[in-house]
Nanobody, 123 residues
Framework: QVQLVESGGGLVQAGGSLRLSCAAS????MAWFRQAPGKEREFVAA????????YSADSVKGRFTISRDNAKNTVYLQMNSLKPEDTAVYYCAADSYRSTVTTPTSQYGYTIWGQGTQVTVSS
């Protein structure tokens, strides 16, 4: 069973940046979701195995960038211009059945999940 391991979370001031990493082997489409306290898990960004297809939530477009380095078996989420409302636990997810992204925003399209990493943005 493939395991996903996230890293890179932490505490940052509003306007700052963080880069999350997710280590995972396999030709999978990957995504990042987040869940704030008291809220449902929400889609952040997704990427195909080739990297040619990327998708982002409207709330993070222009600020967050998803990318991957398949030689390192790692998916990244570069987060810039962070806002307090970005505070959440961020989860890495993989679609173990597909290398292309089909339904990027649905958490049910992803079969493997990491344990999550906390991102806290202070105002």
């Amino acid at each position: 069973q493939v395991q996903l391991v996230e890293s890179g979370g932490g505490l940052v001031q509003a306007g700052g940046s963080l880069r999350l990493s997710c280590a995972a082997s396999g030709r999978y489409a990957m995504a990042w979701f987040r869940q704030a306290p008291g809220k449902e898990r929400e889609f952040v960004a997704a990427i195909s195995w080739s990297g040619a297809g990327t998708y982002s939530a409207d709330s993070v477009k222009g600020r967050f960038t998803i990318s991957r380095d398949n030689a390192k078996n790692t998916v990244y989420l570069q987060m810039n211009s962070l806002k307090p409302e970005d505070t959440a636990v961020y989860y890495c997810a993989a679609d173990s059945y597909r290398s292309t992204v089909t339904t990027p925003t649905s958490q049910y399209g992803y079969t493997i999940w990491g344990q999550g990493t906390q991102v806290t943005v202070s105002s």
